[in-house]
């Protein structure tokens, strides 16, 4: 069954440093989405995106933060300065289509655990 | 932003039992989209089971099923048969129509007993 793989699974950082968090969605799909879990939090949503642009975004994904998909199977979010707030876990999805029907339920990653020291 | 409350923190259920976790939403929207989605300890967020608003029959998926009150806005999930692989956090979420994020609960964590 085709699934979201996302590297690396987990990420240590030094506060300032940037970091990049890589996902492979399913191929089929079109949106891409990226969402956080804070340690003991809800899941909260950051950005979703599709045809190479933003769709969406939260307050929470501000101008440190940036999406892309650099080619036909990446989808990355890269943090530009690392802030120890910005330890949690980072959750890649991707859905079939963005509107809800059917194909538009979200699948997601195993995540990425990141750490800022 | 839509309001998604899971009302129980924890819950244990003694294996081959049945448990009940409980989801209410606030939305002014007619249609929208529910689902309930599965955290073991790996972190990993899975799909358990989805509902659409507009659609009156509840969902099941093998011993998964939902209770759907549209009009009390709860949408509750029902684990039915306990295995010990149930035991994870189970997060509620939101979709309205035309729109791409996910609004989750806290979340309710399950603990299945041999």
């Known amino acids: 069954e085709p699934e979201v793989t996302q590297t690396p699974s987990h990420q240590v950082t030094q506060m300032g440093q940037e970091v990049i968090l890589r996902c492979v969605p399913i191929?089929?799909?079109?949106?891409f989405y990226w969402y956080r879990q804070i340690l003991g939090q809800k899941v909260e949503f950051l950005v979703s995106f599709y045809n190479n642009e933003i769709s969406e975004k939260s307050e929470i994904f501000d101008d440190q933060f940036s999406v892309e998909r650099p080619d036909g199977s990446n989808f990355t979010l890269k943090i530009r300065s690392t802030k120890l707030e910005d330890s949690a876990m980072y959750f890649c999805?991707?859905?079939?289509?963005?509107?809800?029907?059917?194909?538009?339920?979200?699948?997601f990653g195993p995540g990425t655990r990141l750490t800022v020291l | 932003a839509q309001t998604v409350t899971q009302s129980q923190p924890e819950m244990s259920v003694q294996e081959a039992e049945t448990v009940t976790l409980s989801c209410t939403y606030d939305?002014?929207?007619?249609?929208?989209?529910l689902f309930w989605y599965k955290q073991p300890p790996s972190r990993q967020m899975i799909l358990v089971i989805r509902?659409?608003?507009?659609?009156?029959q509840n969902a099941t998926e093998n011993r998964f099923s939902v209770n759907f009150q549209k009009a009390a806005k709860s949408f509750s999930l029902k684990i039915s048969d306990s295995q010990l692989g149930d035991t994870a956090m189970y997060f509620c979420?939101?979709?309205?129509?035309?729109?791409?994020?996910?609004?989750f609960g806290a979340g309710t964590t399950v603990t299945v007993r041999a």
């Open positions: 939305t002014s929207e007619n249609n929208y989209y």
């Open positions: 509902q659409e608003a507009y659609k009156q």
């Open positions: 191929s089929n799909h079109l949106y």
């Open positions: 979420a939101f979709m309205k129509p035309n729109d791409y994020k996910l609004s």
């Open positions: 999805a991707s859905s079939e289509i963005g509107r809800t029907s059917g194909q538009g339920t979200q699948y």
